[in-house]
């Protein structure tokens, strides 16, 4: 007799409703500490992002086949571990972390490059994204590119990724941004790619709002008894690029001497280039050359300037302190990503993704 059952009493087990246990979906709790990673990593504009955001965070790796890329990393981010080719380094090195960046070599899909895409060996660089991601599942992973990306001749490529990374239950965004957009006094536009895991999807992802755009001069240096206004370069070809960009400035009624005109004078005649007031792209090659021309300093950018022209502020990034030249600082500028625009695609991805209890406040 069961204990329960009362004398008399019978019970027939095969007739009792049999209850169900119901297995709630595992809610991810927002980790105290962000775990972060990055590939391919340059000036590392992410991580500066989330310390510029007062972010709690842990860097677990960084990675950059360039030495002096290292060197600056490994002074002023002070990961757990850097590594150097990321093709080198084997699936027992690596570890989880919650949010992953991986900023591949841009210029095998730039038309401004030799656009060989996965045909160039760095080309095949942006796969290894997809290799960590699938191995060590990132509840934030996020790409950056160039627009070449989506051309008629790459576009398999990115459809690719985001095909991989659904297939890993991933939900996916993509998204042209230019940093002009979000004050930054650069025209730059860049290809993102945003992957949330979907058990930690809390909320929409939402792409970032426009801020409005900065003006150039807003952050050159103060003005030296060294710079004059409208002085032109020496060498023959640059100076003949900036006497015909301030030819057309002056038609379109604008004096270089007083509004900033940015001048690329590094290029030939045939893929001349300029800006009233905004930089043009800038790239490894002009990041490493100097930067452009300042028609109301009458010199290149400084290094200070051609930082900001990415929305880097003082003291972001110690190139000095890091033994860097400013060559080699130039090439990493030309290679990172809008300090500002990073900043806000993640405050946003952070937020949808669980890793932050609320949506942090990126200060340009």
């Known amino acids: 007799m069961l204990k329960s059952q009362q004398p008399g009493q ?13 297995r709630l979906p595992r ?21 500066i992002a989330m310390r510029r955001m007062g972010l709690p965070i842990q860097l677990k790796f960084c990675s950059d086949k360039a030495a002096d890329c290292r060197k600056f990393i490994e002074h002023a981010h002070k990961p757990e571990v850097t590594f150097g080719d990321v093709l080198q380094r084997t699936p027992v090195e690596e570890e989880y972390v919650d949010a992953y960046l991986w900023t591949p070599p ?22 290894a994204g997809c290799k960590f991601i699938r191995r ?17 001749k790459h576009k398999r490529v990115l459809k690719g ?9 991933y939900d996916v965004q993509t998204r042209i941004l230019n940093s002009a957009d979000y004050s930054v006094p650069q025209s730059r536009r860049r290809v993102f790619l945003v992957a949330i895991r979907n058990d930690s999807l809390r909320r929409e992802f939402t792409w970032p709002e426009p801020t409005g755009s900065k ?17 032109l370069p020496k060498a023959p070809r640059s100076r003949q690029l900036v006497i015909d960009a301030y030819a057309k400035a002056h038609a379109a009624g604008i004096d270089p001497r007083t509004i900033p005109v940015l001048v690329d004078v590094d ?36 290094t200070t300037e051609l930082l900001k022209l990415q929305g880097i502020n003082d003291g972001e990034v110690p ?28 405050a946003e991805a952070l937020y949808a993704a669980g890793l932050t209890t609320s949506k942090s406040a990126f200060r340009v």
């Open 27 to 47: 809610v991810l709790r927002t980790p105290k500490t962000i775990k972060v990673g990055s590939d391919f990593s340059g000036l590392d504009a992410g991580i």
């Open 319 to 346: 190139w000095e302190e890091a033994g860097l030249t400013k060559c080699q600082v130039g090439m990493m500028v030309g290679n990172s990503m809008s300090v500002p625009v990073i900043g806000m695609v993640l």
């Open 10 to 22: 019978t019970e027939d087990l095969r007739r009792r409703p049999m209850v169900a246990t119901l």
């Open 136 to 152: 060590n599942r990132p509840r934030l992973a996020i790409m950056e590119n160039v627009p070449g990306l989506v051309t008629k």
């Open 215 to 231: 003006t150039v001069d807003a952050i050159l240096d103060p003005l030296t008894s060294s710079d004059k206004p409208g002085r």
């Open 106 to 127: 841009c210029q095998t899909f730039s038309t401004s490059g030799n656009n060989d895409g996965i045909y160039d060996g760095r080309g095949a660089l942006i796969s």
């Open 267 to 302: 290029c030939s005649p045939r893929y001349a280039v300029h800006g009233v007031n905004m930089a043009k792209t800038i790239t490894r090659t002009r990041g490493q050359a100097g930067g452009p021309w300042v028609s109301t300093r009458g010199r290149r950018t400084s």
């Open 161 to 169: 990724i985001i095909k991989s990374l659904k297939s890993l239950d």
